[in-house]
């Protein structure tokens, strides 16, 4: 159950109440900030290697290195209050050339443009009022060639500040602390040839770099150099794949950008040279953090281009820059409250699935142009509740994704019907875009870590509520070919498993459903000592689908087969054996087979729909809680139910507010 006050928990107990909903939906895609991105400018400078920041007064500043056919010169520009109407085009010689390659970092009002020239010299320039004036160029070091395909540069709060470069297959590493720079330091890991490295400072300096590994398969890794936040100073996490392709493929990757909004937020370059080749940029973000290398499917960017797009961000907006163009999006969350609009709501949960129907009366035509930040693809928040001692109480984290939304005229009154689904949504409009494939050499990932892969890949988050051993310890050999569905691969990673997720918001949570689980809740009927009451109820036993499962695997250190056989002999008595065999070459102990058919067995019998109950609405119950139920008809007492399904209806205008439990046995 989740969490709500003490007077809203008395409340929807009593037999007479008046009910509220709160609906509002927001500018939101899986709980991260929809960026609606705006091109303020598209010019004629030509693609080379570029940068942004933003100084403490908003002043947006870019740099960019023409190409070689014009001497490779530096250019900078400062835009004040940059908008539509900003002069983007202008920009000042630097009287810098042969620059190799350019970056740009930013703290206050100090700025600093670094780039390495073809003669190895590393230089910047810095600025103590935002950009407005400028020092010399300062020699900062020496690269150890001119095969520079990076360069990235980041502050962190105190002022320090570290430079990144990748020279052939090493990333090396240059601080200023304290005013001084520091020796340049390589990192320990072996790879083929970089293209690319992005740097922000969030407590550890968070990086993404793109290149070859050792064998020349193309790669985008996250990884993370240590300040003494996480991670020790001076230590490197290893590094994470986020982006594969063969050395013999079409397929490369490179240029990233990257930057800590409301989560972190990367830019990178997908080239493909086939028959139709493109060169275009991906956007994808973290969910969760950094370490854990959990990211959105990346998503692609309207354009082509063949150096990327730098990211950074101020306090109301993100963008995006490269040499010709620049783009902003709001970071401002908007939210519109729709609760008064309210004709009709009905929820229907079952399991993993939701859906969210709504009727709002517009018959002011409110609804003809959707408001924002109504429209397809928003979250909308549906909070049940009722009208306390306090007020208006309700309690919070359902949400919903708008779908589709119709407008009905009849009889002279219109209104408008929004259809809204769940994460599991999101989970079945997910396909591989490649072949994923963990555990086939060694024990790399768990059944947990590659359901949360899963997951993140179509914007959700895994928590764990409850959890079986085999989830977390368990790292079978398992794959994913292109085109494969999300909803597939997690159930058949769920059938591993005695394990569930229900989905609530942006979260898929895990439970561990165990028949001595105890009641979270109470319900009877008739209704006794303020115990919320039971309206009406449907108690149903029926056999389960299966009696006899059989479980083969295969022991590979004694090369023999291992089966198991589990029974559920009262059924058997009642009704004849309905046998299941399950294989799979993952399994290699009879602990294990043994594991496997009694989860099997017990899911089984807790999928078959054992009745329901109807009551005023339990603002917090949630699917997979255990419940208390006493019905003197029925001859319950205390009788243990597991909810399985959750509809929920509203309909202000008739008084109507009910909820369904369906139920199945512990």
Not at 254 to 279: M, P, Q, W
Not at 495 to 502: G, L, N, V
Not at 580 to 588: A, G
Not at 618 to 628: E, G, K, T
């Amino acid at each position: 159950m989740r969490n709500i006050s003490d007077t809203l928990l008395n409340t929807q107990k009593q037999a007479s109440h008046i009910p509220y909903v709160k609906l509002e939906t927001q500018n939101k895609i899986n709980g991260v900030t929809r960026l609606d991105w705006e091109r303020l400018y598209s010019g004629n400078e030509e693609e080379y290697f570029h940068a942004l920041t933003i100084a403490a007064d908003g002043s947006l500043i870019r740099a960019r290195i023409t190409p070689p056919s014009d001497s490779r010169k530096l250019y900078i520009q400062r835009i004040v209050n940059p908008g539509n109407d900003s002069a983007f085009g202008n920009w000042t010689y630097t009287n810098q050339y042969n620059a190799v390659i350019v970056a740009a970092a930013s703290l206050g009002e100090t700025v600093s443009v670094f780039w390495i020239k073809s003669d190895r010299k590393i230089q910047c320039i810095t600025s103590s009022d935002c950009g407005a004036t400028w020092s010399g160029a300062q020699l900062v070091d020496y690269s150890p060639t001119t095969a520079i395909n990076g360069i990235s540069a980041s502050y962190k709060p105190n002022g320090d500040l570290a430079l990144f470069f990748a020279d052939r297959s090493t990333l090396y590493v240059k601080k200023q602390v304290n005013g001084q720079w520091q020796a340049k330091s390589a990192w320990d890991k072996t790879t083929g040839s970089l293209t690319g490295v992005s740097a922000v400072y969030n407590d550890d300096w968070h990086l993404f770099v793109t290149g070859k590994d050792p064998d020349d398969n193309f790669r985008l890794w996250s990884i993370t150099y240590g300040d003494g936040g996480k991670l020790p100073a001076g230590s490197w996490t290893e590094l994470q794949t986020l982006a594969e392709a063969p050395c013999d493929g079409n397929f490369s990757y490179r240029h990233a950008f990257l930057d800590k909004t409301d989560v972190f937020r990367c830019f990178y370059i997908e080239n493909y040279s086939g028959s139709e080749a493109y060169s275009q940029p991906f956007s994808t973000h973290t969910i969760g953090n950094f370490a854990n290398n959990l990211w959105l499917e990346p998503q692609p960017f309207n354009l082509q281009s063949q150096y990327g797009l730098a990211i950074a961000h101020d306090a109301d907006y993100c963008w995006l820059s490269c040499a010709n163009g620049v783009w902003r999006a709001p970071l401002t969350e908007i939210k519109l409250d729709l609760s008064s609009d309210i004709l009709s709501l009905k929820q229907q949960t079952i399991g993993t699935e939701s859906i969210l129907t709504l009727e709002l009366a517009n018959d002011d035509a409110g609804f003809t142009s959707l408001p924002s930040p109504l429209d397809i693809g928003c979250r909308l928040n549906f909070s049940p509740g009722y009208l306390t001692e306090n007020g208006h109480e309700v309690c919070e984290g359902q949400s919903y994704t708008l779908q589709a939304c119709e407008y009905l005229n009849s009889d002279g009154s219109t209104k408008m019907v929004l259809y809204a689904v769940n994460g599991w949504e999101s989970i079945s409009r997910w396909a591989a875009k490649q072949q994923y494939r963990w555990n086939a050499n060694s024990e790399e990932k768990s059944i947990k870590d590659i359901l949360a892969f899963i997951l993140a890949r179509a914007g959700l988050r895994l928590e764990i509520v409850s959890s079986s051993d085999t989830i977390l310890n368990s790292c079978p050999d398992f794959n994913i070919n292109p085109g494969t569905k999300g909803d597939n691969a997690v159930k058949k990673l769920l059938s591993f498993i005695p394990d569930r997720i229900f989905i609530e918001g942006d979260i898929a949570y895990l439970v561990n459903p165990l028949p001595d689980d105890m009641p979270v809740y109470s319900y009877s009927a008739p209704q006794t000592d303020l115990i919320h009451a039971v309206l009406r109820a449907s108690y149903r036993t029926e056999a389960p689908a299966y009696n006899h499962i059989r479980v083969e695997g295969f022991d590979s250190i004694n090369s023999q087969p291992v089966i198991v056989n589990c029974f559920d002999y009262d059924d058997i008595a009642n009704s004849n054996a309905r046998f299941m065999s399950v294989e799979d070459v993952n399994i290699s102990s009879v602990d294990e087979a043994t594991g496997r058919a009694e989860s099997i067995l017990r899911k089984d019998r807790s999928a078959c729909t054992s009745g329901y109950i109807e009551i005023h609405p339990n603002c917090a119950q949630q699917v997979y809680d255990v419940i208390n139920i006493s019905d003197s008809k029925a001859g319950f007492v205390n009788e243990r139910r597991r909810i399985i399904g959750i509809n929920t209806f509203f309909q202000p205008a008739c008084g109507k507010y009910l909820q369904t439990l369906l139920l199945a046995k512990v």
